[in-house]
């Protein structure tokens, strides 16, 4: 292999793109980097402002104390009995720059145990963290420096950290200090050569690697795949909004949790009635004497000349009428539409509207107002763009139909561990809103399982339905599967033809259960436990259909040695996951998702070599959730952005199922929309994030038999693959690199006289990214057909993909 060096006058001006790439205020070498309350005086509600309690094992009281570093206010953790807990707090910061991270800290009664004590670190990468306080000690600074690896990082006040501690400590004045700018990437000229022998080939590649996976969480569904605009419509939460309503997810963050329902009028014309009800516990009852009275809703995208259609579920006596339902997008008396609602029972009815939005905005109001004198009440409201499919968004489902997976799971993910499938069928609007069991927010059960197989029938993808082994149990699993498939004549199957679908939905694929290794999962059980509760639940779920195919709950080491080894005989394929954070490096950035792939892939191969009861047996894996998790939540709650390259990375990711073909069978990129998601949406626009370039590139184009193909070095990734007819042969090169690649293929078994198709991926910055209603800054691109039997150039930083047809 021989390397050319060339200077370049494009590596200065290159490290200028990328630092002119983020939108952050100018910062000096020193300057104190604003944390949010790093000195812990500001309070609400008893709590430091900016600040989240997280308790991640054991039990924990994280408190606001007095007894500060500067007789100011402080954070305190203690624990009797052994936690791994912190103060978490994000903030912005700039990708390959240098900082100082410094805080002061005081323990006392302190005992280290199994953690590595007292300190503050950065979530997500062991080395990024202060020297530990192990004993008791009076105030004490403690600092490190470290290089971030993301736009966004969590700095974290850690009381024990990988294992636990006793006793108290207290935090104080933590401080983030920019400390300089990256150095310029070196950039080269590099020269190598790989050999593809189509002679020599593997287990076909299965489709289902290219799965996608989709979960009741942040705005994935609401907010990204269902059209409904309107928040709370079915009234969960009080009107009006009681003030700070505060509430703790299963992480132990505090949220705030309101109604987004304001009132018209006097605040006392609108009480909750438990004896109205019309879905959940209580409705919204409206009194009017003479003056416009009713509630509202803000916060509405509105777009010029867009049709909006909707509908409210009203009730009340004739003194109220007519109730006026507008939609307002401006401040003028003639900036809003109204739809005059004159006849209703006492009963609730169910009235329609349609709207044409006469301005952009992104506050938009929907009012229900009446002036007259009376009662009614209000037990479902509802509002979507017109051009809604079966409910669902036309420009995210557009998209879908373009990603072309070929499976969807679904509905969780941690959510299935406290769902209630019963809870998501029949008529929408008197579905019961329920908090959401793993994740902030509301349920408002508006997409359930009809809905879901709807979606997969339009996107032409199967549906693969994970049941509830958390808090759920074997014969509600079973029945779901009867209301899936089973015939209109049994209990089950019977309801699902009374919600409109005579046929059954033939799901194939079930996942039994979710993550049920970990303390953060409903339900969580020891390994021994859960191994009978499997078996249970699966027996019955066959009882009901012989026929589906069922995922048990892996995860690499004991528990998945243990699943196979009592549950083999209940299960088709053994689930996996993983999450890598971000790195500086970029090659280093990429490599960690094919890393893990093959380091699953080594342990399963490993379990078949040494565990008797699958000795003949075929439980490949399904790696159903795998991706990228880290930075800024720019699409709600987990809604990372994605970069280049975390693109590439995604790229080399599928080379490494490619060349474990044998022993993966499924692999489920989670996930779809927004929440960590290849999918971004805003409340008017739905785009490609980087990540998906590659899963649909590669499910489009590339070949299904992969050859042999030799180590290309310079930390190039090559994968190469014959379609099914073995007309044409596919190659991939993923470069992670600043370096431009001359690349020489040594083809074994190839003849051919075309050239080859040729699509690039590619950018001058590993931070580039697009977002919704804007040109792409990363695409895919078709470039001039490419010789193959000459040397070839390589772009830094790209994915670059062949096909040429063989004689």
Known sequence: MQVRTINYLAITLLSILILSAFS?????????????????????????????????????????????????????????????????????????????????????????????????????????????????????????????????????????GWGQSK???LYDDVQLIFMGEPAPPESKTVESTVSIDTNVTFEPISKYIYGQFIEHLGKCIYGGIWAEMLEDRKFYYAVPAQGKTWGTTDAGARVLRDSPWKVIGPETSVKMSEKIAYSGEHSPEITVTGQPTGIYQQELALVKGRKYQGHVVIAGDKGSLPVEVSLVWGKEKNDRETVKITRFKKDFTKVTFDFTAGGDTDNGTLEIVSRGNGSFAVGAVSLMPADNIEGFRADTLALLKKLDSPVYRWPGGNFVSGYDWRDGLGERDQRPTRANPAWTGIETNDVGMDEFVRLCQLIDAEPMIAVNTGFGDAYSAAAEVEYANGSSKTFYGKKRAENGNNKPYKVKWWCVGNEMYGGWQLGYMKLEHYVLKHNQVVEKMQQVDPTIKTIGVGSVGDWSRGMLVSCSDNMDLLSEHFYCLGRTDVAQHVRQIPNNIKHIADAHRQYRKTINSIKGKDIRIALDEWNYWYGKHVYGELGTRYFLNDALGIAAGLHEYFRNSDIYFMANYAQTVNVIGCIKTTKTEAGFATTALPLMLYRKEFGTIPVKVGDAGNDLDVAAALTKDKRSLTVAVVNPTWNTCKLTFDLEGIRSSDKAKTWVIAGDNPFLYNTPGQEEKVSIKAAESTDLSKEVTLKPLSITMYKVSLR
């Open 24 to 160: 952050y205020a100018a910062e000096k070498t020193g300057e104190v980097i604003l944390i949010p309350n790093g000195s812990f005086d500001r309070t609400d509600n008893g709590d430091p402002v900016g600040w989240e309690k997280t308790t991640w094992s054991g039990k924990a009281r994280l408190e606001y104390s007095s007894d500060g570093h500067n007789d100011n206010g402080c954070v305190k953790i203690s624990s009797d009995e052994g936690a791994d807990a912190g103060w978490t707090t994000q903030v912005e910061v700039k990708p390959f720059h240098k900082y100082k991270l410094l805080g002061w800290i005081k323990t006392e009664n302190f005992l280290q145990h199994t953690g590595k004590g007292a300190l503050i670190n950065i979530h997500g990468n062991m080395d990024f963290r202060t020297n530990a306080i192990t004993e008791n000690a009076d105030w004490t600074k403690v600092e490190m420096e470290f290089t971030a690896e993301s736009d966004m990082i969590q700095i974290n006040c850690l009381f024990g």
């Open 167 to 169: 006793g108290t400590a």
